[in-house]
């Protein structure tokens, strides 16, 4: 007959695969929560460099004077004419000023930020659209990227450019 020791040392197998997956169970519920964190700070961190780029295309727009003429090999929109001497009125000559800004903020941040295509959060670039209303006429500049996270809204900053107000 076998005999039962009674000084057991060490654990059994069924013991540690039990402590093994609750250990795997927490890790897990740490690990999601983190990476939670992480995209909303990142989600936090884009929306505030969104908005100081809009507030620089601002300023940017109190010192810029757009050319007399519409420059070569710029397309303009159906329909609209170049104006320079009315300040910016038009979907175009808006478009033309944030290309101009694209430039400058490349050569003073030495990297393209701005462009037309769809950035994350993260990526330190954004996107840009100008639209026009139609009731009103006035045109809306805005910047944006895409938010991080399986639910995260979209990062944006608006900026609706009134020609009566500007002119």
């Not at 076998?2 to 695969?17: C, Q, W």
């Not at 700070?41 to 519409?70: C, H, I, W």
């Not at 030495?110 to 639209?131: N, P």
């Not at 944006?144 to 809204?153: E, F, L």
Request: hydrophobic fraction near 40%; include cysteine.
């Amino acid at each position: 007959m076998l005999k039962l020791r009674k000084n057991k040392k060490g654990f059994t197998l069924v013991e540690l695969i039990v402590v093994i997956a609750i250990m795997a169970v927490l890790a897990g519920t740490v690990a999601g929560v983190t990476v939670s964190q992480l995209n909303k700070q990142t989600n936090n961190s884009a929306q505030s460099e969104v908005n100081t780029l809009m507030g620089d295309f601002k300023t940017f727009l109190l010192d810029y004077r757009l050319p007399a003429a519409a420059p070569t090999g710029f397309t303009m929109e159906p329909g609209e004419n170049w104006d320079a001497d009315n300040g910016i009125n038009t979907r175009s000559e808006m478009k033309y000023a944030l290309t101009e800004f694209a430039k400058d903020a490349k050569a003073t941040k030495g990297a393209d930020i701005l462009d037309t295509s769809d950035h994350k959060a993260g990526d330190h670039k954004f996107k840009y659209a100008v639209t026009k209303e139609a009731t009103t006429n006035n045109i809306v500049v805005t910047f944006s990227c895409k938010g991080k996270g399986t639910n995260a809204d979209d990062i944006e900053a608006k900026y609706t450019h009134s020609a009566v107000l500007a002119g």
